[in-house]
């Protein structure tokens, strides 16, 4: 599995996020929200809130996955 998701920010445009640098997910108002492994914290607005954190976890964990191999 790839180490990189991809998404479209309404806002920012295209948004690369390294799988390994998050500590944690979780929404807020509509938005994605993403804190990362040195404390940072962003929000992103996505079309589809549901399906894309869905597809953020599923990425998260078959990126894990395949280094337990």
């Keep these: 599995m790839k180490a990189i998701y991809t998404f479209e920010d309404e806002h920012t445009g295209r948004i690369y996020i390294l799988l390994p640098k998050i500590r944690e997910v ?7 929200v993403i804190t990362f492994d040195n404390g940072e914290r962003k929000s992103f607005e996505v079309p589809n809130l549901k399906q894309t ?7 998260i964990e078959a990126y894990y996955a395949d280094l337990l191999k």
Excluded: R
């Design 26 to 32: 979780a929404t807020a108002l509509g938005n994605i």
């Design 53 to 59: 954190m869905e597809h953020l976890l599923q990425s």
